[in-house]
């Protein structure tokens, strides 16, 4: 009978020691350059590798409000999260079996970053890692960083993990410079500074995440709301843009029946297919462009209506433009290019360009005839037509 009990306690704890959660922590870096307009890096670095590595399900990162707390909580400075022993302590309190830490350093244009992957139990180092480059190449060298920390974690390299959140500088040092005033308490200036990085880059996600954050510790709850729907939007354009971006194109159908091929089930088919929800609505390149530009539109008017924002306005108007002029030579034999040069009318009419407004109309009325919303191009057109005139006699 004792075999027995000793024989089921044993395989319990087997069973629980194969089924236990792998956590990692990644620390702040240690800023060693003699100038604190780099200390946005800090947590800056370690935010990009914590981005990289929470894509990997065998393993779960621990998130940096949670190294805020324990910081608060122990009452221990930044200073304790470079020093070898103290950071080990902090990862034994934050729960984790390893952990990332390490320092930068910026001379002129060049930077190198040391980073170590400690066994956290241990304290044993499995991998020091560093990399080193020009300041423009950061994200690239970041990038180098993580693959070289999946490698030696034996975990898979995610396939879109050369893909980077922004290629600002300025955008990232404005955002990583929020999220510190933000961990102070400082939130009205935390959201200026993700406004700012928002506005160097229109299509950063991170700030506008931390800005809706913002807006919740302000208790401005309308603009929370805002922004979430923003949020959202912008969210559908980085996914149309990725499926765009792909070297090869498949409908639902194909997509379907490539999961099936793959043996996946169909609640697997449609777990995957939801993580990219234009495959339910777009079947051609040419429809998902035009989605992207209705998604972009959205953008517009809803930065203008919340936010009184008419940069963003006009950026995304600017982005309209430009996609139905490449899709003039992209999708030239493509029944659906009217439903795209359609959209460039609507941001011809908010810039004033009569002239182009006019020429783009009597290019849809004599090409395409029997388009479904000819009524509307004609619409376009007077009042092009008007406006040319009133400029005539003025």
């Excluded at 089930?265 to 609505?281: D, G, V």
Aim: with cysteine.
């Amino acid at each position: 009978m004792k075999r027995v009990v000793f024989l089921l306690i044993f395989l319990v704890c087997i069973a629980g020691f194969a089924g236990a959660e792998r956590i990692l922590s990644v620390l702040y870096f240690e800023n060693t350059t003699n100038s604190k307009d780099f200390n946005w890096l800090s947590k800056g670095l370690a935010d990009m590798l914590i981005t990289d590595i929470t894509g990997v399900p065998e393993v779960t990162v621990v998130e940096r409000e949670n190294i805020e707390k324990i910081l608060k909580e122990q009452e221990r400075s930044l200073n304790d999260l470079y020093d070898e022993s103290s950071a080990v302590a902090i990862g034994k309190l934050l729960n984790a079996n390893e952990l990332i830490y390490g320092s930068f350093i910026i001379h002129e244009n060049s930077i190198r970053i040391d980073a170590k992957l400690v066994e956290v139990g241990t304290a044993k180092i499995i991998k020091t890692v560093d990399v080193s480059g020009v300041l423009e190449k950061l994200f690239t060298l970041q990038k180098e960083l993580a693959i070289e920390f999946l490698k030696a974690l034996g975990l898979e390299i995610p396939t879109l993990i050369m893909q980077v959140d922004t290629t600002s500088l300025d955008a990232a040092e404005a955002y990583y410079t929020g999220i510190q005033l933000l961990d102070e308490g400082a939130f009205s200036e935390a959201a200026e500074k993700f406004k700012e990085a928002s506005n160097i880059d229109p299509y950063y996600l991170k700030p506008k995440k931390s800005l809706e954050d913002a807006y919740q510790f302000l208790k401005d709850f309308k603009r929370m709301r805002y922004q979430r729907e923003l949020y959202k939007l912008y969210e559908r354009v980085a996914e149309i843009k990725r499926r765009l971006a792909a070297e090869d194109w498949m409908t639902y159908a194909e997509f379907l029946t490539d999961c099936y091929n793959k043996g996946l089930s169909n609640q697997e088919c449609h777990e995957l297919a939801e993580k990219t929800p234009t495959y339910f609505s777009c079947d051609t390149r040419a429809h998902c462009t035009w989605e992207l530009q209705n998604t972009l539109m959205e953008i517009a008017d809803d930065s203008e209506e919340y936010f009184g924002d008419i940069e963003i306005e006009a950026c995304m108007y600017n982005e309209i433009i430009y996609i139905a002029q490449q899709a003039r030579t992209q999708f030239k034999d493509d029944p659906f290019l009217p439903e795209i040069l359609y959209n460039e009318l609507f941001s011809l009419k908010y810039f004033k360009k009569w002239q182009e407004l006019m020429k783009a109309c009597e290019y849809l009325m004599v090409t395409y005839p029997d388009y479904r919303m000819m009524w509307a191009v004609e619409n376009f057109y007077e009042t092009a037509l008007e406006e040319l005139s009133e400029e005539e006699e003025d």
